[in-house]
């Protein structure tokens, strides 16, 4: 069971056994025990919305007692509390299993893991490159050559003089 705090401060705790599988069902229309293929975590990561329904429905009955809506509890969601719940979360889901099977998924959110951060990593890389620095500067002098175009000209000969238009009234 992982504990983790909201942007809030309160704490909950994450703990998946056949009820919260059943629950998570029935609510959401999403098998936590579909981790084949690694699809379920992935689609859980990419979908923040969908992370804290679920973690949501998880920790319902310590909502209910705290008397925290669904909508305060996705509002107190952000950050680096979604970061912790998703681990929480992930391990809960491994805990769950029996050991044979627990031993693979846990290689498996660990390599899922290790992907992600060398994605962001060559991500930022790319995000620092002087090409794109260079590709960003290009970009800002053509839209400032435009923009001198655009205003370049004395334009506002089209529009009456204000004070005559008041004048007329």
Not at 28 to 53: E, N, S
Not at 71 to 94: P, V
Not at 118 to 131: H, V
Request: hydrophobic content about 40%; proline content about 2%.
């Amino acid at each position: 069971m992982g504990q983790f705090k909201d942007s809030t401060g309160r704490d909950w705790r994450i703990e998946i056994n056949v009820a919260t599988v059943k629950l998570v069902r029935e609510i959401l229309k999403v098998d936590l025990l579909d981790l084949d293929g690694g699809t379920l975590i992935k689609q859980l990561i990419d979908d923040p919305v969908l992370l804290v329904d679920v973690i949501y429905v998880v920790c319902q009955d310590q909502a209910i007692d705290s008397g925290v809506t669904d909508q305060q509890f996705g509002r107190a969601m952000s950050g680096d509390a979604i970061d912790r719940a998703t681990q929480c979360l992930l391990e809960a889901l491994t805990d769950f299993f029996p050991q044979h099977r627990r031993r693979l998924l846990k290689t498996a959110v660990r390599r899922f893991e290790e992907l992600e951060a060398k994605g962001a990593a060559a991500l930022e890389t790319r995000i620092n490159s002087p090409a794109i620095e260079a590709r960003m500067d290009q970009e800002i002098r053509r839209l400032d050559e435009t923009l001198k175009e655009s205003t370049s000209g004395d334009s506002s000969g089209d529009l009456p003089d204000r004070s005559a238009s008041i004048q007329d009234r």
